[in-house]
């Protein structure tokens, strides 16, 4: 379990173009352990199609970082990011993927497919 968590904090520290300023902000309070500005600083870009940002809701959702423990919610933020087009870097679809795949392992069927 601490892999997956290395691995998907990994994500927060790589940063690229795009919605860039909410993003750092979001990583930033994120490593502050300001989990409830993290989360709206992530969500404002998420919405929008960050697919760093949409990763770091997932991360605060599968464990319950300034929100409530939701895997469901996690996988869907993941998976968001895991299909995103080909202008995301690879190696932030791969973190969502990877991220995605590790909570469909923990989930019942019913709840992936929701």
């Known amino acids: 379990m601490k892999m997956k968590l290395i691995l998907a904090a990994a994500v927060l520290a ?3 173009n795009g919605a860039l300023a909410d993003f ?9 352990g300001d989990y409830q500005l993290a989360y ?3 969500a404002s870009t998420a ?3 960050d697919a760093k940002s949409q990763i770091g809701l997932g991360l605060l959702h599968t464990w319950g970082l300034g929100t409530h423990s939701d895997f469901t919610e996690g996988y869907k933020w993941f ?3 895991a299909t995103q087009n080909s202008t995301v870097h ?3 679809r791969v973190l969502a ?5 590790y909570l469909a392992e923990r989930m019942t069927r019913e709840a992936v497919q929701r």
Not at 24 to 32: K, M, P, T, V
Not at 97 to 101: A, F, I, P, Q
Request: without cysteine.
């Open 47 to 49: 919405q929008t199609g």
């Open 97 to 101: 993927k990877t991220n995605r795949n």
């Open 40 to 42: 709206k600083e992530f």
């Open 90 to 92: 690879p190696v932030v």
């Open 14 to 16: 790589f940063s690229a």
């Open 79 to 81: 998976h968001v990011a």
């Open 24 to 32: 750092l902000g979001g990583r930033n309070a994120y490593l502050d």
